[in-house]
Structure formats: C-alpha cells, structure tokens
C-alpha cells in the first residue's frame, strides 16, 4: 500500500517561503503522480501543483503560478516531491494534502488520486 506523509508547513509572514515536502512509498511500479491541494477554512478543497514520474509538464493552478514550483527526488523506495511556496500571500493559509497515484501522468482532480496524507497547516500572517 502506498503510504503519503506531508511535512513542512508552518507560520510565515507575507512574501515570505515555506518547502512542503511529501515522501510516499509504496509504489507497485515505478512510475507515478503526486500533486499538492489545499482547502482554506470554510472553502473547498482545491487543487495547487502536479507532477509525474516522467516530469513532463507539471502542473501549476494560475493562483500559485510564478510563486509555487514543485519538483521531485527519487531514493531508493521513496519518492519525495517538494513544493517550494515563495511570495507568500494570506490567501495561501490552508492545509495542504499531498496525494499520490500509481499512473504515469499528471494528474489534477481528486477523483484521480488513491492515496492521500493527512495534511500540513500552512498559515500566512499579515
């Protein structure tokens, strides 16, 4: 089973950056997708950056684009896909779930992923 474990969040002011991190092992392949969302207090969940074990194209919402990059590190039995957040704004307060796939392709709904961590808390101050 494919376990996803988040890591990372935490208080920061305006403009400033945090590095999520999300290590998920248990891969049946070696190929997959792990993608970031957020859900904000009293919003719906919503979906942040997507990346897949090809790199090809990774996904970015246009709210985070030119502020989030996420990027991937392959060990052994673990992947980790990092979310490196600059300019900070408080919108961006949310907790933040790392969620995985055993597939080869960017994804970007939920409904497409079968795994998911149990969320970092990510809060901007003014």
């Known amino acids: 089973e494919v376990q996803v474990v988040e890591s990372g969040g935490g208080l920061v002011q305006t403009g400033g950056s945090l590095r999520l991190s999300c290590a998920a092992s248990g891969f049946t392949f070696d190929y997959w997708a792990i993608g970031w969302f957020r859900q904000a207090p009293g919003k719906e969940r919503e979906s942040v950056s997507h990346?897949?074990?090809?790199?090809?194209?990774?996904?970015?919402a246009d709210s985070v684009k030119g502020r989030f990059t996420i990027s991937s590190d392959n060990a052994k039995d673990t992947v980790t896909v990092y979310l490196q957040m600059n300019s900070l704004k408080p919108e961006d307060t949310a907790v933040y779930y790392c969620?995985?796939?055993?597939?080869?392709?960017?994804?970007?709904?939920?409904?497409?992923?079968?795994?998911w961590g149990k969320g970092t808390l990510v809060t901007v101050s003014l």
């Open positions: 990346i897949s074990s090809s790199r090809n194209s990774p996904y970015h």
């Open positions: 969620a995985a796939a055993n597939i080869d392709r960017v994804l970007t709904a939920e409904y497409e992923y079968d795994y």
